[in-house]
């Protein structure tokens, strides 16, 4: 679902969708399929059912490299460890990230020869930006905004070349293979992204409202825009 608001309307407030936090219990392991039927009143023994599942082993250096004091939580902590094949610090990162980042969803997306990847945590509702500018009218530039610590190059940082003009304070990346920019740092938000909606992957987006944003008149239109410059900040 598409909105339009003009510059003048106000800005609609994505709705927050909460993220569920990681599970953390063990699911039961299927009992094994069985031959045939016993005699009344014995339980016949399956092959293989004597003998303990297994564990996946877990990463090197994993447990040695967690200081925390985890408890009666210990052994659920390597269990999960283990089954997701997670180092201490990967399994403290999802659950950070499971906490810091409640209300938004994980983002991906690239360029279009797959050379730049990257992450990004955000609503689910995104509020994009049409800026008319002299570059953006051009390369029809729609973003919604980003703080840079939400935003992750996966790969392809060899890949990126950046163009610059004017104030030179924003910075027009793009893929020097296939010239997609799908990411790039706004003058209005040099401490945040710009995040191309047409270049994430499908399945992680509900809604997008356009906000038309007067780059035309860059000095005019920021100081009468009062949300954008707040995008990118924490």
């Known amino acids: 679902m598409v909105k339009t608001k003009g510059a003048a ?30 005699r009344p009143g014995r339980k016949r023994k399956l092959p293989g059912q004597d003998q303990k599942a297994e564990e996946p082993p877990l990463p090197p250096g994993a447990l040695e490299s967690c200081s925390l004091d985890l408890g009666g939580q210990r052994e659920r902590w390597v269990k999960f460890q283990k089954r997701q094949s997670l180092t201490c610090e990967g399994a403290a990162k999802l659950l950070l990230d499971t906490f810091e ?42 973003h919604f905004i980003v703080p840079a610590s939400r935003f992750k190059l996966l790969k392809g940082a060899e890949n990126i070349t950046t163009y610059t003009f004017n104030t030179h304070k924003a910075q027009h990346t793009f893929c020097k293979s296939c010239g997609v920019q799908s990411f790039y740092t706004p003058r209005s938000n040099t401490d945040g992204y710009g995040i191309a909606p047409h270049c994430l992957d499908e399945g992680s987006v509900r809604s997008i409202v356009i ?6 008149e860059w000095e005019k239109a920021i100081k009468e825009q009062k949300t954008i410059q707040s995008k990118s900040k924490e």
């Open 9 to 38: 309307g106000a800005a609609a407030k994505p709705r927050a969708r909460s993220r569920p936090a990681a599970e953390a219990t063990e699911a039961p392991l299927p009992a094994p399929p069985g031959k045939g039927k016993g």
């Open 101 to 142: 980042y409640q209300g938004l969803v994980k983002h991906t997306g690239g360029c279009h020869c797959g050379a730049v990847r990257f992450e990004v945590w955000a609503s689910a509702d995104l509020h994009v930006f049409d800026c008319n500018c002299s570059i953006c009218k051009k390369k029809q530039n729609r």
């Open 211 to 216: 906000e038309e944003f007067n780059g035309n």
